[in-house]
Structures are given as structure tokens and as C-alpha cells.
């Protein structure tokens, strides 16, 4: 009973998982046309310009990390992963994300790590719904 | 706009209460607060509640908690602004109070935190972050709070000065009867404890628990405690879109605003309730508060700075350490405690002539912040 209601409370709908998809499988944010700036993920409005205008833009596939963390207690839906290692990055084109370091030793992570994307499986929400996949980020391999 | 006074407060013990139901925890601070102010004649009920549509599987919980103090017809609302959620619901109530909407108006906090397992509280922390880019991470708030927590340590402070913080809080809480964790603990003992979210040590973490507290609002006549300001703001949800990440935007807005409101400059604060959740952000906010020069508030609280009696008494009762963090409960519990400090009410936790306090409370990793700026009236 109790794994049933976890499963249910954990599990993403197929239209929000739907509507990510491009960005998430892609890498692709925004770039307002009044001032150029970029955004990811892609939002209504600009915050340097207030422009309400944007067109498609993919993002660099490289960067390093800013600072990091290792999430050692999972929020649910994730204890599989644990110990797993979340950074903030900031991109070779100066945008910032949010993102999983992987194929890493978390003792090893620095700051100003030079990291990559990789496409990755995120989480599974329970037996039978969508198994979710998206960016995570690797170590550049020089 | 009248001024508005706190005439009652009410303090349930955070702890599991694992034999009350979510409305008889909210009935238990609501009836004591209304006690302590001589009256039961509310008009409005403003309840800040966080989870209770995830742990308890309860939403219209303005109209279960009007109902459970056997009040129907009552205006009742539950406000939710995440962990703000206590401090924004007494905000809405002191403006339906200031506007003449209420007359008398109930304040409470209530959240029930043990009826879940400890996954499902983590996850009810990270959906007060944006879900489709953030929370999709994995990252809980504590690690969110983690990766602020390294960038200060290399710029500022070493690993036992920020975790002073929570020893610091834990001092306070020493003989707190509504505090969950009213004992001391050591630095050594924040330090030895395993990693919750790297740099972040368990002991440096509120803990899960149930409470409830509630305040009654009247129109403020000769004496009493005024609410002298009471502000919100927001920042961006992700530390990506953030200039400064150490720069806790919305808590430097909300305490610039509610200055001005009161007349007041930072100085003239003379303690404090910050948001502690974890040990780095009750340091931030003391530096966003304005309270404290940036990267200088880990070393002032290493130094008993933070003390009853030290430079900028905080967290006199424990903060969200050692009193406890029921969630949409919290902010409530940080007035209601300001209020006690200005009465002389708060015996042993004492700030020996406090005039005036300032409550934050915090949503999301500082995308929500509530400031509240009481002051005593009168002799």
C-alpha cells in the first residue's frame, strides 16, 4: 500500500514529460531577439530586456562546474542513484544550469572541472510508468 | 491603514505527534492563542501550511481549520508560499487586519511531517523548486544549500565556523518547552556526523517534525506589540539565473522594505529570528538581512556573536535547528516568539530590554522571503 502510494505520488505525466522532451533531449534553450541573451530552459520573458520574443538556441555541450554538492538522502524517485553528484555548471557560451555529474568519483569533482554532456537515463517512476532520460554531464576526458 | 497589534500567542512543542491528527495540532496553538489574548471573537483565519496536500492529502484547509475550532462562516484561507508559508500568511492577515477587512484575525501554523516517510519529506522540500529543470536534477534542498555552502567556504569561512551556527542554535533552545531538540550539542559532534548533502553535515540540518503555532491580530491601541513592518519578496527559483548565488535576493528586498515601513535601520534590531534550515543559509540571511557585513556573519556567530546576550542576539528559542522546522508552521512560530521577546514573556530565552525584533522566513532556497519587524508599545 504504502509502495503503491509512493510510486503514484513519484511518478511525472505524460504531457510534462512530453513537453520537455526537445529541450531535454537537445539541449535547447532560447535567445531573445531584442538584446541576445540566452536562456535554459527557454522562458515567456526576457529578464534583461522584458522581450517576449525568442528563437531556438542550442546550447554549448561543454562548460565546467561553479560548485557541486553530493545528494546523499535522494528525494523520492532517485534512491537507486545514491551517492550521486549535483553541480551547478556554467557552459562555454556563459550559460548557467543545473545538472548530474556522472561517471565520476564524487571525492574528485574541483571547481572549474571541465565537464561534457552526455545523454542518460534520469529516473524510472515505479514498475509501470515513463522511464525518463535527459542531459547529465561527464568529465572532460583531455 | 490602522496599526496592528499581536494581542495572543499560542506554541505547540515541535515533536511527533503521532496520536493528533493535523486539524487537533492546529486546534491545540489556535485555542492557546486566543486564550492568551482574552478573546475567541475572530473574524479571519489565515493558515500557513506547506504539505499537508502531499502528507496529508488535504487541500481547502482554511475551511478544516474553521471547522475545528467550531467556527463556520469564518473568512479562512490556507496560504502556501513553500517553507514562507507561515510568515506569508501572517503578512495576509496583518493587511486584512491594517485594512479594516478584520477585526480580529487568527494566525496559524500547522504542519505534520511525521505521517510520511523521510523520502516523502524530501521530496516535499524540493517542490518548493522549479520541478521540470531543477528538481529534475535530483538535487534535494539541501544539496541546493550545499553547493551555497561551498562557495562561502572558499571565499569565507572555515567548516566549523558555519557549523557554529547550529550549535549556536542549539545553546539557545536549552530549556525551550516548545523546542524539539532543547539540548546542547557540540561542534565537534556537527562536524563528526556523516554528510547529508556535501559540505552539509547532518547535524547542520533542521530535523522533520510536527507543530503548530498560531498569533491573534487586533487593531493596536496604547500598548502591546505593534507590528511595525511586515514585507515579501521574491528572487529567481534557480541559482543559475542568480548573479551573486551568496546574495539571497528576495530576503535583501523584503528587509529593505520592511525597514522602511518601520523606520528603522538594521541597527536598531535587537534580536533576531533567521531561517536556519541548514547552517549556511541562517549565515546568508543574517548578511541579507543587512544585519551583518557579507562573509562576516560565520565568523561572528563562531565568536558568540549570535548569543542572548552577544553582538546580535538570534534564535533565541532555537531557531528552525533546535526549536524545530515544521515547514508552514515555522514562520509563525518565529513571530510568535519575537512577540514573547517584546512582552518580556520569554523567561530563561530572555533579550534583556528587546524593543524590537525581526522575524525571516524563507521559501524555496530564497525565492520567498517574508521579513516581519515587531516593536513594544508603550512603557
Redesign the interface.
Known sequence: M?CDH?EE??AMSVP?YWR?EVP?YRLLGEECTGCGTRF??ARPVC?VCGSTEFKDYKLAETGEV??????????????K?RP?V???LELDDGV?????VVDVD?EEVQ?GMRVEAVFRR??EDGSAGIIQY?YKFRPVVE | MRKVAVAGVGLVKVSEHWEKAIWGLFAEAALQAMKDAGTGDVDSLYVGNMSGSLMQDQLNMGALMADAVARPGLHAVRVEAGSASGGVAFHEAVKAVASGYSDCALVAGVEKMSDVLPEVAAKSLVMEEEQEYSAYTGVTKAGLSAMLHRLYMELYAEPSEVGMMAVQSHENAVGCRHAQYPFRMSIERAMDSPMEADPIHMMECAGVGDGAAAVVLVPADAGGVEVAATAVATDYCSLAMRDDPLTLGAVQKAAEKAYRMAEVKPGDIDLVEVHDDYTINGVLSLESLGLVEAGKAAKLVAEGGAARDGMIPTNAFGGLKARGNPLGATGVYQVAEVALQLRGAAGDHQVEGAEVGLAQNMGGLGSTCAVTILRRLGP
Not at chain 1, 561553479?66 to 534512491?79: H, K, L, Q
Not at chain 1, 548557467?96 to 548530474?100: C, D, E, G, N, P
Open positions: 504504502c509512493s505520488a513519484g510534462r520537455e531535454r535554459f530552459p529578464t561553479v560548485t557541486w554538492t553530493v545528494i546523499r538522502n535522494p528525494p523520492m524517485g532517485f534512491e542513484y550521486y549535483v553541480a551547478l548557467r544550469l543545473l545538472s548530474q564524487p571547481a534520469v529516473k535527459g
